[in-house]
């Protein structure tokens, strides 16, 4: 299955494992908790998914690469405690606690978390001494005679032998207390994901064009070759940092994360024609509704691939500026609650700044425990507020703060109508340039999947994307009826 299946895959079986019955005693008794063993090459994302399960179902996670582990760093020390036995006294060994089974009860103790996940990486690389007592693990969540914390459900992972040469085969015993979930790469799952996590749109529109480099493992004449969806994505955060600072993007910088020499050649010519696209198109103008007709026939004679780069690009601009409108109507959809909720001691005279400083605290604080994507949220709000730190004048620091809160919503008002206008001259052009064809389908339908836009339409709508949808929607189904007639010979 693909990743995004195994996501959902491991989500419900948490679910499962964490379902209690009407005396609070987990349903699935422990022995029967399988712990799921994620089989997969290396970078599909194995390790990525478990931080997404962690934060969408508000449980800890304790991480571990197996590879680093030796006997005693796994099971603990031994240390020799007197006991009594009949009346006597004798010196036995015991362990001290697990580094791992200790970093679930930290885990515990800082996020306050008492349920979560333990995953446990490169599984099947375990050296040979502490392999002996992973069965006892797999099956009793036991190392070291010390038990992980009720409400901790085990997800391991790990990579087939051909991709590995450290990874020794698990015998019948142990697989036969795994949960085997096989995980197989697939661009459409990673684009999903490329798509929420904001992966660079000229890679996405690359990888469109060319999905077959999208995974490649291999061994050529030039030896072992790795391009893997980690490698993009990796990939992607170095070219957004490029493009900020100008530096420039060479087949040199390709060819350290994408080790196929051609799909790095490929991708970095590509790369520098997508950037010259921009230009030749002069995207800024066509986003405000400027194009001539020498625009529109350079676009009707381009080749597919120039098409499908210059959709991608004229998506790239819109949906930077509808995640800014999300991003900030969150931000101060978090103000006003604030401001609400604080109103009693905020309205009475005071210093405004004095004051602010003090929410801006509180948001900082919140922004650290708050999951990766939220915390972006907490981001644009204090880069919000430290505009305001000149602008507070008034009577109490609620009155100074609602009427910068005022003057913000009025510019979030400007922009989104702006963003909504761009999105209408995006569908008006790819129309007047291309009909009712993949072009407009295909910014359809990132439009309709991309988490950006989905947030941005379903909280201020846009009348051209709803018509465009339903037009093209129609004009298929006009297509598939006209084809189904002609297949009957009536026509």
Not at 341 to 357: E, F, K
Not at 464 to 488: N, V
Request: net charge negative.
């Amino acid at each position: 299955m693909d990743i995004a299946s195994a996501k959902q895959q491991i989500k419900n079986t948490v679910q499962i494992y964490l379902q209690k019955d009407a005396l609070g005693r987990y349903r699935l008794p422990l022995v029967h908790q399988r712990p799921i063993f994620l089989l997969g090459a290396p970078g599909l994302g194995k390790t990525a998914i478990m931080q997404q399960v962690a934060d969408e179902m508000g449980l800890g996670l304790v991480s571990y690469s197996m590879t680093h582990h030796t006997r005693q760093s796994a099971l603990g020390l031994p240390v020799i405690v007197e006991k009594e036995y009949g009346g006597k006294h004798y010196q036995v060994s015991e362990y001290t606690m697990s580094e791992i089974i200790a970093s679930v009860y930290d885990c515990m103790r800082t996020t306050g978390k008492t349920q979560g996940i333990l995953f446990l990486d490169e599984i099947n690389c375990v050296s040979e001494t502490l392999s002996p007592a992973m069965l006892l693990f797999l099956q009793y969540k036991v190392f070291g005679g010390h038990q992980i914390p009720e409400g901790w459900v085990v997800v391991t992972a790990g990579n087939p032998p051909r991709f590995n040469k450290s990874v020794r085969e698990f015998d019948a015993a142990t697989r036969d207390r795994l949960k085997v979930i096989e995980v197989e790469p697939s661009y459409e799952a990673w684009k999903a994901y490329a798509l929420e996590h904001g992966v660079s749109r000229s890679v996405i529109s690359y990888l469109d064009i060319r999905p077959e480099d999208f995974y490649k493992v291999e061994t050529t004449v030039d030896g072992l070759t790795v391009v893997t969806p980690r490698a993009w994505e990796d990939l992607s955060e170095i070219l957004q940092y490029h493009e900020e600072l100008g530096l420039t993007v060479s087949v040199e910088l390709t060819t350290q994360y994408l080790q196929n020499k051609q799909v790095a050649r490929d991708f970095a010519i590509y790369y520098e024609l997508y950037q010259k696209y921009r230009q030749a198109y002069n995207i800024d103008a066509i986003l405000q509704g400027v194009w001539d007709e020498d625009v529109l026939t350079q676009a009707r004679s381009a080749k597919m691939d120039e098409r499908m780069s210059l959709v991608s690009l004229l998506l790239e601009a819109v949906f930077l500026q509808m995640e800014r409108c999300t991003l900030r109507h969150d931000a101060l959809r978090l103000i006003v609650a604030a401001l609400k909720s604080q109103r009693g001691m905020l309205d009475v005279p005071g210093d405004a700044l004095t004051a602010l400083a003090g929410l801006e605290d509180n948001w900082r604080a919140e922004a650290n425990k708050a999951p990766a994507a939220r915390q972006k949220v907490y981001l644009d709000l204090l880069s919000l507020t430290a505009q305001w730190h000149g602008e507070l004048s008034g009577s109490t620091p609620f009155a100074a703060l609602k009427a910068c809160y005022q003057r913000s919503v009025a510019d979030l008002q400007a922009e989104v109508a702006e963003t909504q206008k761009k999105l209408g001259d995006l569908l008006h052009f790819l129309q007047e340039a291309f009909g009712k064809g993949t072009e407009l389908s295909m910014a359809v339908n990132d439009l309709t999947v991309a988490p950006v836009a989905t947030a941005f339409l379903g909280q201020f709508l846009s009348t051209d994307y709803f018509a465009a949808s339903r037009d093209l929607l129609l004009h298929r189904q006009s297509e598939q009826l006209l084809h189904q007639i002609d297949l009957t010979g009536l026509v």
